[in-house]
């Protein structure tokens, strides 16, 4: 049972919601890898992407019931944002463990860099590798600002933390990116 239209997908919510376990088993199939992908933006070890995600599933399953169809693909961004918010509240648990808070950083000095990476010769899990090998703190603010479209504003208030702290972090990830895709490209061409 694939999930080819708007409308399929809407039948397949309300079945769902009467817990017919071959539309939970289509909407979680259909959905699966994507939202994995979501949360490995945020979740570095595999083991912890399998825990938020079965978080997540858990969370989404138990709330289909306030789930609003608002047209083709409303289903996946619903389902995206309880993924990213559990991942957030994942990173919480995890650093408060932690006998040192979960760090937004200052370990490393401002690095101004104004110029936006160019990503278009670089293969997207590559990219996706570089975004994961950023330092927790940049990684979350990036992949909120760009990934998720909040604004600096509302990424502070998420995290707990200044929106020029958001904005910082957001521009030393830049940079970073900036610079591992340098060395990418210097790797490839002295090949």
Not at 10 to 32: G, P, S
Not at 94 to 99: A, I, P, V
Not at 120 to 131: G, K, R, T
Request: charged share 30%; net charge positive; with cysteine.
């Amino acid at each position: 049972m694939g999930i080819r239209r708007g409308s399929d997908e809407e039948r397949l919510v309300a079945l769902a919601r009467r817990q017919d376990t071959a539309a939970v088993k289509a909407i979680y199939d259909a959905h699966v890898q994507y939202l994995a992908a979501v949360c490995r933006r945020y979740v570095s070890s595999e083991d912890d992407v399998k825990d938020v995600l079965q978080d997540s599933f858990i969370k989404i399953f138990s709330s289909l019931g306030r789930f609003t169809w608002q047209g083709e693909g409303s289903l996946r961004r619903w389902m995206r944002r309880i993924v990213v918010n559990e991942s957030l509240m994942f990173l919480r648990r995890k650093s408060s463990e932690k006998t040192e808070p979960f760090s937004y950083g200052d370990h490393l000095p401002d690095m101004p860099d104004d110029e936006e990476p160019q990503v278009d010769d670089v293969p997207l899990e590559v990219l996706q590798n570089m975004i994961r090998s950023l330092p927790q703190g940049y990684r979350t603010v990036f992949n909120l600002y760009v990934f998720e479209q909040h604004s600096h504003k509302e990424i502070a208030a998420m995290l707990g933390i200044s929106e020029n702290t958001s904005f910082s972090q957001f521009s030393r990830a830049k940079t970073l990116l900036a610079r591992q895709i340098r060395e990418y490209r210097n790797k490839q061409t002295n090949r």
